[in-house]
């Protein structure tokens, strides 16, 4: 059984998903048995592009 490291991160994450998907035009909803693994798949690496993007800006 896998245990979050962080689990007040997961509301974040959560809200992070809705925005990103909204932004790409990926109807998320509670059940997301409708979208293809290629809708859900773009969302997920935008998410990494934009947090990847977000701490390398923090180290400069």
Do not use: I
């Not at 007040?8 to 997301?32: I, R």
């Amino acid at each position: 059984m896998s245990k979050a490291l962080v689990p007040e991160a997961k509301q974040g994450l959560s809200a992070f998903k809705n925005e990103v998907a909204a932004e790409m035009g990926v109807p998320f909803t509670d059940y997301n048995g409708n979208l293809t693994s290629r809708q859900c798949g773009s969302v997920g690496g935008e998410m990494v592009k934009r947090m990847v993007e977000q701490y390398e800006s923090g180290l400069k």
